[in-house]
């Protein structure tokens, strides 16, 4: 017999009902924090939600940002990215994990999921925010726009739409979190891979000043927005693969599911330019669209008054090697190929890896230069501007646990980290034959 029963929350919007967990914490699923983006709302800054009558179910999963299923060869991804596309319109929501005896003054931290910023979800099984709760935090997770809605530069709508739903949810949050326990002065935001990078963002962004006190970037970089200059080829490449003008309006009749295509197909957009290599290396069109990088921002003056802790992994480009077979085989030409990608000089680059580096395989190399490149160059370029330029605590971490999975190559790699942040390390993927 439940003699709990389970949990009822006013928030600005409406009534919503939650689950009471075995453990005594509750949890609230599919809660909106802004209106769903459906036609040409796809392509405009994220408005309020319109208040419900009666109580919400906030009892299950709902739906996540369109988006195609995101594999890395023999990885299986799933617990990171969810299973892929889990369709509805209404998927701008927070999910909160909350004490349950909570009354209203305990620390608050928000989530910003990875993906490349084109996957991703609160539905991802690593995402559940059950420790938090019991250790006394109030934990929020969220989904914002991924891909060509998120964050494709387009005429006619602003930029950066999903780093925009990032701050709305953070807005929610303020105005909502002390219903659930949370003290809306003690927020902090905290985001992996893509989400740390938009982390970044957050900092850079004065709108969002007030909504949140520390920040934690996990495998992000401070330099990994992209120039207008390089934003406009990969607009023009998916305008062309869709067949329309390169505008918000032509897009805006698009369906969701062609739109995913399209986003699925740019692959290989040059995006070097005579100043700028492209940040992301290849790995995604997607990335914020920024006058300047979240680090200058941040050496600039913004976000002077927020603690900031900034991390990377040890060999955080294995996982785009081991897995698809491409460290072991890696040849000289490739660790070549790789400086080329990310340095102005690549053959000091190569050489200065080698000098750090003897004993180095191929595989070694190449996987270091990529992961400085993607992370650890803005990563540590964003701490060095904070720890110069801001009134506050700047702290740096290195993950070095390595995972035995893959005959023990994958090793201490992007993402390895999570399962701990969020106190579920024994999932297989992590320890071996099941990897």
Do not use: C
């Not at 929020?140 to 494709?152: D, E, H, M």
């Not at 934690?216 to 080829?233: D, K, N």
Request: proline share 7%.
């Amino acid at each position: 017999m439940n003699h709990h029963p389970d949990p009822i929350v006013t928030t600005a919007q409406g009534a919503v009902r939650g689950l009471r967990q075995k453990d005594g914490t509750a949890t609230f699923l599919n809660i909106p924090y802004a209106a769903p983006p459906r036609g040409a709302g796809r392509f405009a800054p994220p408005q309020p939600h319109e208040p419900w009558d009666g109580v919400r179910d906030a009892t299950v999963p709902g739906p996540n940002a369109p988006q195609s299923e995101r594999k890395l060869g023999s990885v299986d991804m799933s617990p990171y990215f969810g299973t892929g596309w889990s369709r509805g319109e209404d998927y701008l929501t927070v999910n909160v994990f909350t004490p349950a005896a909570a009354d209203g003054d305990l620390p608050v931290m928000v989530f910003v999921h990875g993906g490349g910023f084109v996957a991703g979800s609160t539905r991802s099984a690593l995402y559940d925010g059950s420790a938090f709760a019991r250790d006394g935090v109030v934990l929020v997770t969220l989904n914002y726009r991924l891909g060509i809605a998120g964050f494709l530069d387009l005429p006619g709508a602003p930029a950066n739409r999903g780093l925009l739903d990032v701050v709305a949810a953070l807005r929610w949050v303020r105005e909502n979190i002390a219903a659930f326990g949370g003290d809306p002065h003690n927020v902090t935001v905290f985001g992996q891979s893509a989400g740390a990078t938009i982390v970044g963002g957050v900092l850079a962004t004065p709108e969002a000043a007030g909504l949140f006190h520390r920040a934690i970037v996990q495998s992000g970089s401070g330099l990994g927005a992209f120039t207008t200059e390089q934003a406009a080829r990969v607009t023009q490449a998916a305008a062309e693969a869709l067949g329309v003008e390169p505008h918000a309006d032509a897009f805006a009749e698009i369906s969701e599911e062609r739109l995913v295509q399209a986003a699925s197909q740019l692959a290989d957009i040059d995006l070097h330019t005579e100043t700028h290599h492209d940040p992301l290396i290849g790995l995604s069109p997607f990335s914020l669209v920024l006058d300047r990088q979240p680090a200058d921002s941040v050496a600039a003056g913004l976000s002077a008054d927020v603690n900031l802790l900034v991390g990377t992994n040890t060999e955080e480009g294995n996982l785009y090697l081991v897995p698809v077979g491409k460290y072991s085989t890696s040849t000289a030409g490739d660790v070549d190929d790789m400086a080329a990608r990310s340095h102005p000089n690549p053959s000091q680059l190569v050489e200065t890896y080698r000098k750090t580096r003897p004993e180095a395989s191929f595989g070694e190399l190449r996987s270091a230069i990529m992961g400085d490149a993607l992370f650890g160059a803005g990563s540590w370029a964003l701490a060095d501007a904070h720890a110069t330029h801001a009134q506050s605590a700047t702290h740096a971490y290195e993950f070095a646990w390595r995972s035995q999975a893959l005959d023990g190559e994958l090793g201490a790699t992007h993402a390895v980290e999570l399962p701990f942040v969020f106190d579920l390390a024994p999932l297989p993927q992590l320890h071996g034959p099941a990897a």
